[in-house]
């Protein structure tokens, strides 16, 4: 996907500063190695997200196929171990994706410099053993533009906040509004209609404690992100999963 944000002042009344904290961390997840998995049984999590400053990040995380709703609660994240490793493949350029661990997720990442080039092909390389997953394919969305409200600007929670953007194309743009002073916000909008409109009063203010009430000045800065996906087509010889850029 593309994301382009900007930063903006939102002058609101003095709100908590709340740490929120990922639904993820209160699942309960386990590490298996890809070698007594067949591909069949495993479920592929692939992105590949370009952002303003001119790269492009390719990413796979692979865990077990999920047959039910508890699944999802007690993910088995699979660590590619032997001859199994994950590429990304773009026109002539094939690149290894490197192993990283985060809080317990094994992920596979890399970076590359953004190029005219927009198919990327995820290959799911496997030994002799087991059958490979060569074929999972996404398309980058072209870039777009963030024309508005400008950075700094300054607005109030119970007026209309106007955005505007362009590019080429058409398409769904999700937009996400996030700051410590007010609850995060989720829209949406089409990227043909060249602006969009966030609603006077959305944009919910967070409670306070004494403490913020006393040292805060009314205002706060917040991120306003707009974010273009498209869906691709998974290898079929992969048991579940998505891939999305």
């Known amino acids: 996907h593309r994301d382009v944000t900007g930063v903006q002042t939102c002058a609101l009344p003095i709100c908590k500063l709340l740490i929120a904290l990922s639904p993820f961390a209160f699942v309960a997840c386990s590490t298996e190695l890809s070698e007594d998995f067949e591909t069949k049984e495993l479920h592929a999590s692939y992105l590949v997200s370009a952002t303003d400053d001119e790269e492009v990040r390719a990413r796979a995380i692979f865990s077990e196929k999920n047959d039910s709703l508890a699944d999802l609660f007690e993910p088995t994240y699979i660590d590619l171990v032997g001859d199994d490793r994950v590429e990304v493949i773009r026109g002539e350029e094939r690149v290894e994706l490197e192993r990283e661990s985060i809080l317990g997720t094994v992920q ?50 119970s007026a209309p ?43 919910k203010e967070r409670e306070l404690d004494d403490e913020d009430e006393a040292s805060g000045d009314g205002a706060c800065d917040v991120t306003i992100s707009l974010t273009r996906e498209k869906v691709g087509d998974l290898d079929p010889s992969l048991g579940s999963g998505e891939i999305l850029a």
Not at 111 to 116: A, R
Not at 175 to 195: F, N
């Open 108 to 157: 596979y990442e890399a970076d590359l410099e953004e190029s005219e080039e927009v198919t990327y092909t995820f290959s799911l390389e496997r030994g002799e053993e087991f059958e490979s997953a060569p074929a999972s394919t996404v398309e980058l969305p072209s870039p777009f533009s963030f024309d508005g409200p400008e950075a700094g600007a300054r607005f109030l929670r």
């Open 161 to 203: 906040i106007a955005l505007r953007f362009s590019g080429a194309g058409d398409g769904a743009l999700q937009i996400q509004v996030s700051g410590p002073c007010i609850e995060t916000y989720q829209g949406s909008a089409e990227l043909a209609d060249g602006e969009a409109t966030i609603a006077a009063d959305a944009l």
